[in-house]
Structure formats: C-alpha cells, structure tokens
C-alpha cells in the first residue's frame, strides 16, 4: 500500500496563486491531481510520470498550472497560477502503479485526503 499525504491549499484571491504538495511512501508508475467541486465529478487537472518526468494537463489549467515531482524525496507539486473562483474544489493527489497513458481516474488506487482550495 502506498501512503499519500498531502499539504497546502487554502484561501486565495482571484489572480493569486497556491502551491499543493504530496509526499508518496513508495514508488509508483504514475501520479496525478484531481479535483472536485460540490456537484461537479472529479476531474483531472494534471499527470506526472516519475521515471520520466512526462507530464500530461487538462486543457483548462495548460498554462496555469505546473506539475513537478521530486525524485529524492519522492514528492509530488502543484503550483497553481492565476486562480480564479472556478478553480474552487477540493484537490486530491493520487497514484497508480498501472502503466499507459489512459490510466482512469477510478483506477488511480493510492490516494490522499483532499485538501480544499477556495478562490474567491
């Protein structure tokens, strides 16, 4: 089993940014931000592939959104850009050791606890 724990979020003004951090205990194959908003199913935001550092974003945070992993400490960010109250969700990290690059979002088994990014 593969512990996910996450760190940052919060409350930020429209325009301003937030930095997410997730820490994995053990190697995986792929790792990925998801988001969820009251009503709305969970979406991607964004992929990272450790080994190769191959990095895939939903088209609406190209450009907005950063993600980078730390090979050393095997830690996983989010740098998040240009918020606006649409970005408001619940924001989970999440890994699979599936490989390919159409892993579900259901399939993605080792998951932290959601941390709450408000935009207003």
């Known amino acids: 089993h593969v512990q996910m724990v996450e760190s940052g979020g919060g409350s930020v003004q429209a325009g301003g940014s937030l930095r997410l951090s997730c820490a994995a205990s053990?190697?995986?194959?792929?790792m990925g931000w998801f988001r969820q908003s009251p009503g709305k199913e969970r979406e991607d935001v964004a992929r990272?592939?450790?080994?190769?550092?191959?990095?895939r974003y939903a088209d609406s945070m190209k450009g907005r959104f950063t993600i980078s992993h730390d090979n050393v400490k095997n830690t996983m960010f989010l740098q998040m850009n240009n918020l606006t109250p649409e970005d408001t969700a619940v924001y989970y990290c999440?890994?699979?050791?599936?490989?390919?690059?159409?892993?579900?979002?259901?399939?993605?088994?080792?998951r932290g606890q959601g941390t709450q990014v408000t935009v207003s």
């Open positions: 053990d190697t995986v194959v792929v």
């Open positions: 999440a890994a699979s050791r599936l490989s390919g690059d159409s892993v579900a979002i259901g399939d993605f088994g080792y």
């Open positions: 990272i592939y450790p080994s190769s550092g191959r990095t």
